[in-house]
């Protein structure tokens, strides 16, 4: 059946006038309110402030991690940014022309973060930024599994 009246559901009464000879039919559908579409909620949506709610883990904790940094860890965690690739999700540390003297702050640096839970080495020279701390919005979830199965 095509409703002819397609206005007729926002009018509290109608007058509908028929040809003589035809049967008019009227039926009174009750709807619920109009609902917006239901998204489908990404991975990352309840990630915040590394707290706990409703018993709850909330995401990590990255501006007390951040403020807290010793000089090694954020000259590391810099290097990290820097050379971060967001096709990826992974940073590319190469230490080729470093002395041996960097390395060394380097080496410092990445096991402080590794202690926080900040960082993981995927292979070498190859670094994982926890991806509950950077959230990656394309790469999120197959990110968080890389992390989950890195020792």
């Given at each position: 059946m095509?409703?002819?009246?397609?206005d007729?559901?926002?009018?509290?009464?109608?007058?509908?006038?028929?040809?003589?000879?035809?049967?008019?039919?009227v039926?009174?559908?009750k709807?619920t309110q109009d609902e917006l579409p239901k998204?489908?909620?990404?991975?990352?949506?309840?990630?915040?402030?590394?707290k706990?709610m409703?018993?709850?883990?909330?995401?990590y904790?990255?501006?007390?991690?951040?403020?807290?940094?010793?000089a090694?860890?954020?000259?590391?965690?810099l290097q990290l940014?820097?050379n971060?690739n967001?096709?990826?999700?992974?940073?590319?540390v190469?230490?080729?022309?470093?002395?041996?003297?960097?390395?060394?702050?380097?080496?410092?640096?990445?096991?402080?973060?590794r202690q926080?839970n900040?960082?993981?080495?995927?292979k070498?020279?190859t670094y994982?930024i926890?991806?509950?701390?950077?959230i990656?919005?394309k790469?999120?979830?197959?990110?968080?599994?890389l992390?989950?199965n890195?020792p």
């Amino acid at each position: 059946m095509v409703s002819l009246f397609k206005d007729l559901s926002t009018c509290s009464s109608a007058t509908i006038l028929a040809p003589h000879g035809c049967e008019v039919q009227v039926d009174i559908v009750k709807k619920t309110q109009d609902e917006l579409p239901k998204l489908p909620e990404p991975a990352w949506a309840k990630m915040s402030i590394g707290k706990t709610m409703f018993g709850k883990y909330a995401g990590y904790p990255y501006e007390e991690t951040l403020m807290s940094l010793t000089a090694d860890e954020s000259k590391f965690y810099l290097q990290l940014l820097n050379n971060y690739n967001y096709n990826t999700g992974v940073s590319v540390v190469e230490t080729h022309n470093m002395t041996a003297s960097e390395k060394n702050h380097l080496s410092v640096g990445y096991k402080g973060l590794r202690q926080r839970n900040l960082v993981k080495r995927v292979k070498k020279f190859t670094y994982l930024i926890n991806p509950e701390a950077r959230i990656h919005h394309k790469l999120f979830e197959s990110l968080l599994e890389l992390w989950n199965n890195t020792p």
